[in-house]
């Protein structure tokens, strides 16, 4: 199983990133893909995500109204669009793929099967 993250980079405060992750390896539409983050010295978070059928999406209160997650199953891929960055928005991001529970959505790292190697998003101030 490979999950790929890319679309990361250096951008400034108010910007906009889109981020994608192809996926290989795995029946994509069985899974919910979830978005985390880390900056050094924290744990890794949960960002948003998407139920395999994009039937729920959800995110965190830090980039609500700000990141969209999306899917495309005929094309294996999981996006995220973020707008209007912030500085404290930097850090690594990754995709996920989790196939448990009812929804497959899980803000816990520890629930998820697979992880992307991740993107770096870097934004000035």
């Known amino acids: 199983v490979q999950l790929q993250a890319s679309g990361g980079g250096l951008v400034q405060a108010g910007a906009s990133l889109r981020l994608s992750c192809a996926a290989s390896?795995?029946?994509?539409?069985?899974?919910?893909i979830s978005w985390f983050r880390q900056t050094p010295g924290k744990e890794r978070e949960f960002v948003g995500g998407?139920?395999?059928?994009?039937?729920?999406?959800t995110y965190e209160d830090f980039v609500k109204g700000r990141f969209r997650v999306s899917r495309d199953n005929d094309k294996n891929m999981a996006f995220l669009q973020m707008n209007s960055l912030k500085p404290e928005d930097t850090g690594v991001y990754y995709c996920?793929?989790?196939?448990?529970?009812?929804?497959?959505?899980?803000?816990?790292?520890?629930?998820?099967?697979?992880w992307g190697q991740g993107t770096q998003v870097t934004v000035s101030s």
């Open positions: 998407v139920t395999k059928d994009s039937g729920i999406k």
């Open positions: 996920a793929a989790r196939s448990t529970g009812v929804f497959g959505l899980s803000r816990r790292a520890d629930e998820i099967q697979y």
């Open positions: 390896g795995l029946k994509f539409s069985d899974y919910a």
